[in-house]
Structure formats: structure tokens, C-alpha cells
T-cell receptor, first 115, second 113 residues
Framework: AQKVTQAQTEISVVEKEDVTLDCVYE???????LFWYKQPPSGELVFLIR??????QNEISGRYSWNFQKSTSSFNFTITASQVVDSAVYFC????????????FGQGTRLTINP | KAGVTQTPRYLIKTRGQQVTLSCSPI?????VSWYQQTPGQGLQFLFE???????NKGNFPGRFSGRQFSNSRSEMNVSTLELGDSALYLC????????????FGEGSRLTVL
């Protein structure tokens, strides 16, 4: 069975600090997708990134970066120079590549950026 | 391009009633999925539809059902509501049959009294 663990339930930092959100996953599939979503107070899940298990290259998008390490089954997310607008709940998720691809979500990390 | 639209956004029901939630996917998207979000269980997959066919179903009782219409709009129904059905119900759509990220709506928040 697939499982995603986000051990950090809540994180609170001061604006401009760097912050890393941890994600560890379990799957028996050899190929899979990993995702990060952001959930602001409005409720909708906002897509941030999708990573194919074939591609272990790290990715950077502005202040956001992701570190995928297949050897440790981790897909961590770092926000550099955090801003108050980054405050939200962040979810890591896993899905198979073939088939209907339901997402298996972690429990989420509530990130609060204080001014 | 309009996003995923869910109606109603908020609703209150009493135990034993039934409820129908509606989801209009992004234009051109043919795959629609539903998820339930509760504080205790987190985000859980309910079911997915593609071209009016249910392709996958999560571990929920038969009281939870859904359907998809020819225009890709989807509805989910919960019968004989229980207090534990109080949740945010999120709909998501995807353009492809396989692969690709899901685009989520803002959800329908159901409160069962």
C-alpha cells in the first residue's frame, strides 16, 4: 500500500527565514508520481510541482525548491526567504503512473510565517 | 480559463438526510475526482470518473455515490447522512486520461447536525 508521511504537523517561522517541509513516502511501485500542493484558507488545493520517479533531478522555481531522494524515499520542499503569503497548509502526495492514479496525501504541514 | 467550480460552497444538513454536490471541471477536462477532507482522516480519495465511467473508488461505504455526465460535469451524493460525514468535499479535474496534475476546486463544506 502507498503511504505518505509528513512528520511536521505545524511549523512557525519569522518572515525571511528559510524553511524545509519534510515528506517521506512508501510504495511498492517502481514508477510513480510525487506532488506538492498548497492549501490556503480558501480551501482549494493549489498545485506546486509534480515529480516523476524516473527524474531525481532537484528543481528550483523562484523561492521554492524540491529535493527528491529515491534512496531515502523523501521529497522535501524548501521555501527560501519565506513571506507571509506563504502561510498555508502544504500537502505532499503520491500516485501511481498508470491507471486511475488516485492521490495518496500526507497529513499536511501547517506553515505560519510571522511578520 | 475558468477553474473547477463546486456548488454549493457551504451547506448544513441533519442526520439521515441526503445531499448532492456538484462539480464543473475545467473546460476540456474529462477526468473528475472527488476527495473528502476531515481533520481526523485528512484527504481521502472517494472516486474518479472518466468519460462517464467510474474508474476507481476509495474505501467508503455505499452511501457515497457519484456520476459523471456527458459534458464531464460530475455529482456526488451521500445518503443517510451521519455526523462523521461533516467534511470539506473537494473535486478535481485533469485533462488527460492518465498522468498530469489535478486541478482542485474550492470545495463544498458540509456540516451534518
Amino acid at each position: 500500500a502507498q503511504k505518505v508521511t509528513q512528520a511536521q504537523t505545524e511549523i512557525s517561522v519569522v518572515e525571511k527565514e528559510d524553511v524545509t517541509l519534510d515528506c517521506v513516502y512508501e510504495t511498492r511501485d517502481t514508477t510513480y508520481y510525487l506532488f506538492w500542493y498548497k492549501q490556503p484558507p480558501s480551501g482549494e488545493l493549489v498545485f506546486l510541482i509534480r515529480r516523476n520517479s524516473f527524474d531525481e533531478q532537484n528543481e528550483i522555481s523562484g523561492r521554492y525548491s524540491w529535493n527528491f531522494q529515491k534512496s531515502t524515499s523523501s521529497f522535501n520542499f524548501t521555501i527560501t526567504a519565506s513571506q507571509v503569503v506563504d502561510s498555508a497548509v502544504y500537502f505532499c502526495a503520491l500516485s501511481e503512473i498508470q491507471g486511475a492514479q488516485k492521490l495518496v496525501f500526507g497529513q499536511g504541514t501547517r506553515l505560519t510565517i510571522n511578520p | 480559463k475558468a477553474g473547477v467550480t463546486q456548488t454549493p460552497r457551504y451547506l448544513i444538513k441533519t442526520r439521515g438526510q441526503q445531499v448532492t454536490l456538484s462539480c464543473s471541471p475545467i473546460s476540456g477536462h474529462r477526468s473528475v475526482s472527488w476527495y473528502q477532507q476531515t481533520p481526523g482522516q485528512g484527504l481521502q480519495f472517494l472516486f474518479e470518473y472518466f468519460s462517464e465511467t467510474q474508474r476507481n473508488k476509495g474505501n467508503f461505504p455505499g452511501r457515497f455515490s457519484g456520476r459523471q455526465f456527458s459534458n464531464s460535469r460530475s455529482e456526488m451524493n451521500v445518503s443517510t447522512l451521519e455526523l462523521g460525514d461533516s467534511a470539506l468535499y473537494l473535486c478535481a479535474s485533469r485533462p488527460l486520461e492518465t498522468g498530469g496534475e489535478l486541478f482542485f476546486g474550492e470545495g463544498s463544506r458540509l456540516t451534518v447536525l
